[in-house]
T-cell receptor
């Protein structure tokens, strides 16, 4: 079945460091890809998305490019802030089921001042 | 426009009791999804409902779990005879159309169920 694999966490960085969180996927069709963020005690918020190959999603300084050839959707940010500390989830929309999201296991990010 | 509302936020049940989790979707949304998040894990799909219909329940445990989304009122996830392994965060999401149709799913804040 479809699956998403994320870089193992936790990840700890200093403020203003560069961030990359790796995400690769397995899908039989052409899924849409998402990054969600979960702040402590909160639900998930959509951070960015891409719906077809070579699309780049971006929001709040974060970017991710849909790479069909490497089946990847890595999350990047050039300069992180303390407020970016959260758990980040990569997800795909299941092209077979067409109704649900398939999530990676999440990567906990902590940014130190 | 209020977001997806889940209640209660925290629920404690003793083993063998019933747990009822409620989800009110965003206004105008007729698609509801339930996900379960075990500690330190990602979210796992449980069930997808439209008004009065269960469309996909492939992620629901075969026993003790049920879900409904009546014509009027919130969607309900019901867990009968809870066990310690049911302790998790349960998230509800809603959308106007199916997720695959490039429509964003909005998540509630979740209900954290603790079975003691």
């Amino acid at each position: 079945g479809d699956s998403v694999t994320q870089m193992e966490g936790p990840v700890t960085l200093s403020e203003e460091a560069c961030l990359t969180i790796n995400c690769t996927y397995t899908a039989t069709g052409y899924p849409s890809l998402f990054w969600y963020v979960q702040y402590p005690g909160e639900g998930l918020q959509l951070l960015l998305k891409a719906t077809k190959a070579d699309d780049k999603g971006s929001n709040k300084g974060f970017e991710a490019t849909y790479r069909k050839e490497t089946t990847s959707f890595h999350l990047e940010k050039g300069s992180v802030q303390v407020s970016d500390s959260a758990v980040y989830f990569c997800a795909l929309s299941d092209p077979e089921g067409a109704q649900k999201l398939v999530f990676g296991q999440g990567t906990r990010l902590t940014i130190n001042p | 426009n209020a977001g997806v509302m889940q209640n209660p936020r925290h629920l404690v049940r003793r083993r063998g009791q019933e747990a009822r989790l409620r989800c009110s979707p965003m206004k105008g949304h007729s698609h509801v999804y339930w996900y379960r998040q075990l500690p330190e894990e990602g979210l796992k799909f449980m069930v997808y409902l439209q008004k009065e219909n269960i469309i996909d329940e492939s992620g629901m445990p075969k026993e003790r779990f049920s879900a409904e989304f009546p014509k009027e009122g919130p969607s309900i996830l019901r867990i009968q005879q809870v066990v310690r392994g049911d302790s998790a965060a349960y998230f509800c999401a809603s959308s106007q159309r199916t997720v695959y149709m490039n429509t964003e799913a909005f998540f509630g804040q979740g209900t954290r169920l603790t079975v003691v």
